[in-house]
């Protein structure tokens, strides 16, 4: 499994840009997928996430600016960020976690992008 995030760049502040994460692998469709984030200083944290279903969660610092979604045809997830701001800034990566059993031992593998680096300027 291989995730290759893009997309990053930089805007201004009020600005739109939108990150795709491709995944490689039989495993899309079923998984939900992740966009996190970590800035400068600062530890990792989930910004949205998509069910296999399409449900949506988003954390509070970016509900109504940023969108999720994803398109199982195409093994993709977007990340549709709006209306930024400079505390936006950090490098932004997509997730997937995949679990496996082995008798009665449950496996959380986790698969990360690259990251991609979002830069909003005031």
């Known amino acids: 499994v291989q995730l290759q995030a893009s997309g990053g760049g930089l805007v201004q502040a009020g600005g739109s840009l939108r990150l795709s994460c491709v995944v490689s692998g039989n495993i899309f469709s079923g998984n939900a997928m992740d966009w996190y984030r970590q800035a400068p200083g600062k530890e990792r944290e989930l910004v949205a996430t998509?069910?296999?279903?399409?449900?949506?969660n988003y954390a509070d610092s970016v509900k109504g600016r940023f969108t999720i979604a994803r398109d199982n045809a195409k093994n993709t997830v977007y990340l549709q960020m709006n209306s930024l701001k400079p505390e936006d800034t950090a490098v932004y990566y997509c997730h997937t976690k995949i679990v496996t059993r082995k008798g009665w031992t449950r496996y959380d593998n986790n698969y990360w992008g690259q990251g991609t680096l979002v830069t909003v300027s005031s």
């Open positions: 998509i069910t296999a279903g399409g449900s949506t």
